[in-house]
């Protein structure tokens, strides 16, 4: 696969920015106190990490726009697929999504050579500085070299991608009386896809504005009414069992809890047709009775 963007060529930027700068420093006493990110080299010197902190700090902010972007690639595909596209244009966007996750398991891989190297540092004390860069180099090559594909298809919002793709699809693409293998996939709470029902809250009992799916069993709730029941349970330390009936999940999680977009489209193209629908027969109403009169 082609990568869109080669993060080594960053992380050895951060090398030579900030594990060059990690050399003995003599902290003035009044500071030594205050200088928690140092430890004692076997000579006396102490030697700081902060410079290592900060960078690592920055990288984790590269995280967040390889987040944000994968949000975007999501959003887009289903897009495509709400506005019947062409199959290979979501496809497209499936790609990008698996270029993003390569990212994200790169930059994930170098932060731990970095954090595994410092460690290693701080346990074996040794008597003078190895060549950190090169410790790093070895670790993060080890970590890659263990790479497959079938680990990106395991990044979280990857996951979350080809749900909503699934999802969209039972609800935007035409099926044929012969697509067997596309009826088995849904799930028997929710048979009948088309229908009203799967927008109703368990909850509330009403049409869902903000629905959200739970990762653990799949079922889909209001996310404010949802969320206050967690809370109000925490504050009584006990556990939330899934609003669903016959669902025997017993420990729903905020944190479990994901938008579901594809559903929320659903409902919004239902009210759009409701209200085109509503519109012509007002129209035509006015028009009969103008005409009779």
């Given at each position: 696969m082609k990568k869109a963007f080669n993060f080594s060529l960053l992380f050895f930027f951060f090398s030579d920015s900030c594990l060059s700068q990690c050399v003995p420093v003599k902290f003035p006493k009044e500071q030594q106190a205050f200088s928690s990110n140092?430890?004692?080299m076997p000579g006396g010197a102490r030697i700081s990490f902060n410079s290592v902190d900060s960078s690592l700090s920055s990288l984790k902010n590269c995280q967040s726009y390889i987040n944000t972007g994968m949000d975007i690639a999501t959003h887009v595909a289903l897009d495509l697929v709400e506005s019947f596209n062409d199959v290979e244009d979501v496809n497209s966007m499936e790609n990008v999504m698996l270029?993003?996750?390569a990212m994200d398991r790169e930059l994930n891989h170098y932060?731990?050579?970095?954090e595994e190297t410092v460690h290693q540092i701080k346990r074996e004390k040794p008597e003078n500085i190895p060549d950190l860069k090169h410790l790093v180099h070895e670790k993060f090559t080890a970590l890659e070299?263990?790479?497959t594909d079938s680990d990106l298809q395991k990044n979280e919002k990857y996951i979350y991608f080809k749900d909503q793709l699934k999802e969209m699809r039972k609800q935007f693409c035409p099926r044929s009386d012969n697509d067997n293998e596309a009826i088995?996939?849904?799930d028997e709470d929710i048979a009948v896809t088309q229908s009203q029902?799967?927008?109703?809250c368990p909850i509330t009992q009403v049409e869902m504005k903000r629905p959200v799916r739970n990762k653990v069993c799949g079922h889909t709730y209001e996310e404010d009414a949802?969320?206050?029941i967690i809370q109000t349970r925490k504050q009584q330390k006990k556990k939330v069992r899934c609003p669903k009936i016959g669902c025997s999940h017993a420990d729903v999680k905020e944190s479990d809890l994901v938008p579901d977009e594809a559903l929320k489209r659903a409902i919004d193209s239902q009210n759009k047709q409701s209200w085109s629908t509503l519109e012509k027969s007002a129209g035509y109403s006015a028009a009969t009775e103008k005409i009779c009169c």
């Open positions: 140092y430890f004692k270029e993003y996750a932060m731990k050579a970095i070299s263990k790479n088995e996939q849904i029902m799967n927008f109703i949802i969320i206050k």
